[in-house]
């Protein structure tokens, strides 16, 4: 490794910037905690005195007023009419069990039962959020700059993050987790993952890239910690937005990416940045600024006008059916993702330890992916890990629910399902073309964030039966899994610069190809036009 690729300057830069993902972790799940639905069960006069209770609850106390369900529990929604037909009637108030919760959202607006989906959709309008910042935020920061959306975006979710625990009404709550969304999950995360790619040296860009999820799995990690320590949901809201104070200081010490920079012509600054970062690096090597803005205007006289857009993507075949490919990876991935780390409270036992180890068990993966990626390839890890975590939440839904081996299926589909949810990123930068690639990997994460909305309300499907959401979200990991098997390799390959070279880039190299002896012939690398530190380090 060259202190180019990975330098001091680099290290704190890099330290900066990942700082949102552990934000966007924190956010993203923390309705969790917040709006947890603990177990629940009808109010019955004259037994109980309070909507305050712990299980268990004695069920002998109430088999005359509450009916049981086909598994000898009390039904949770349902209570008799009258002890003389049997007949029952939805409940008119509830207890909750406060074992774990003393408060929460769920509790101080009854969201269970009939009125279950209100809490979902909640889940939902902040998925929107993020897919909105994903879809805005990041063309911005193209247009404006990564550092000045960064920045912005940690402000707005400090203010949103501390203000959303003392809204007392439903929908000004839903405005108010929607545009905590689009800034807490989705501005600074995009924005500092962006400044890192563009940061650091080609053989240290997995290993960042990785280091982004497993922070953001330390975001998740710390949703389950606090929770487990503070029981009243308001100052618990009070304390997971004020984390948005680590991000104070990054406007005077987060720098612009010189890469965006040099692109948008603004030269010098970029030059002074890499400068700094040489000098930080301890290089002992100058720069001849003025050698260098020549330069610049040598290379933009002669750059190709030509544009691409996102509706290139479509317009010839192979690359057509590449990005419909890498589309549905990403939205399985989500979903799967999502739905393992959503259904934490459904696990028995201790709902934040089972958050936190929810969060814990990706690190293995990530360690893992880390070391195989460069030496078995991209789409052999996807597919293999997207199927794995399919097979698991198929056999989780026909296993006992609560029971241990239910729990370590969870756990494990988990492990598999981050894994190929953080090779995804950096397999669709190097699948498409230079001219597209910022457009694809847009789409790619719009399609991501969508499942992310969907995922609440198909967990809603369990009401008609249990493993309806546990099948859905496993059979379209195996679909998706098995279709990416149709994906060209990317490891030790030239990325395609043009459209026509990612049109032509791994026609005929599948997965049953490889198989079966058949590769594709090794395309000539091509140089990155670009204004690296390494590249001023050799001057």
């Keep these: 490794m060259t202190k180019s690729d990975f330098g001091r300057y680099q290290a704190c830069q890099f330290f900066l910037q990942i700082l949102s993902a552990l934000t966007a972790g924190l956010h993203m799940l923390s309705l969790v905690t917040v709006a947890a639905v603990p177990e629940h069960r009808c109010f019955i006069e004259g037994i109980d005195n309070s909507s305050y209770g712990y299980f268990p609850w004695n069920k002998e106390d109430f088999l005359h007023s509450i009916p049981l369900t086909s598994t000898g529990d009390l039904d949770s929604c349902r209570m008799f009419s009258n002890t003389e ?17 003393e408060t929460s959202r769920t509790i101080d607006w009854n969201f269970v039962c009939n009125r279950r989906w209100m809490g979902s959709i909640v889940q939902t309008i902040f998925m929107l959020g993020v897919f909105t910042g994903a879809v805005t935020l990041g063309g911005l920061a193209d247009k404006v700059g990564r550092k000045t959306v960064f920045c912005w975006s940690a402000l707005l979710q400090l203010i949103l993050g501390v203000a959303v625990a003392f809204i007392p009404e439903y929908f000004s709550f839903m405005v108010a987790r929607y545009f905590l ?40 990690m710390l949703v389950a910690g606090w929770g487990a ?29 010189p890469r965006w920079l ?32 020549q330069k610049a205007k040598i290379q933009q006289s002669a750059d190709d006008k030509t544009s691409a857009g996102l ?101 494990m589909g988990k492990l598999f399902i981050a ?35 969907l995922t609440p309300l198909i967990t809603l499907l369990d009401s008609f039966d249990p493993k309806i959401p546990a099948v859905t979200f496993g059979a379209l990991a195996l679909i998706s899994g098995i279709w990416v098997m149709f994906l060209p390799e990317t490891m030790d390959k030239a990325m395609p610069e043009s459209i026509e070279d990612g049109e032509n ?17 090794t395309e000539v690398e091509r140089p990155e036009q670009m204004v690296p530190l390494k590249t001023m380090d050799k001057k």
């Design 262 to 293: 040099w692109m948008q012509g603004r030269c010098g600054e970029a030059i002074d940045i890499v400068a700094k970062g040489l000098s930080t690096n301890r290089s002992g090597i100058p720069i001849d600024k003025d050698y260098f803005l």
């Design 181 to 220: 969304g689009i800034f807490g999950s989705a501005g600074s995360y995009i924005c500092g993952f962006v400044l890192t790619m563009e940061l650091v040296g080609t053989s240290k860009r997995t290993a960042c890239g990785i280091a982004f999820q497993a922070v953001f799995a330390s975001g998740i």
């Design 85 to 101: 037909d049997n007949s029952s009637v939805p409940c008119n108030a509830y207890v909750y069990d406060r074992t774990y919760y």
């Design 505 to 521: 880039f791994g026609i005929g190299d599948t997965w049953f190809a490889q198989c079966a002896g058949r590769r594709e012939s």
């Design 311 to 411: 509706a290139d993507l479509f317009k010839t075949p192979n690359l057509r059916m590449k990005t419909l490919n890498v589309c549905l990876c990403w939205f399985a991935n989500s979903l799967v993702y999502y739905g393992l780390s959503l259904s934490s409270g459904k696990l028995k036992g201790n709902p934040f330890l089972m958050l936190f180890i929810l969060g814990l068990v990706e690190f293995p993966s990530y360690i893992v992916i880390v070391f195989l990626l460069d030496r078995l390839g991209r789409r052999s890890i996807t597919s293999t890990l997207m199927i794995a975590g399919g097979l698991c939440c198929i056999v989780a839904a026909y296993l006992a629910q609560g029971s241990s081996a239910s729990t370590g299926v969870v756990m």
């Design 419 to 453: 894994g190929s949810f953080a090779v995804i990123y950096n397999y669709s930068a190097e699948l498409f073309p230079t001219v597209v690639r910022n457009s694809a990997m847009g789409l790619g994460s719009m399609c991501a964030r969508l499942s992310g909305a």
């Design 229 to 257: 320590v503070i029981k009243d949901r308001q100052i618990l809201q009070i304390v997971y937005g004020l984390h948005g104070l680590i991000f104070i200081g990054h406007w005077w010490l987060l720098d612009e990416s």
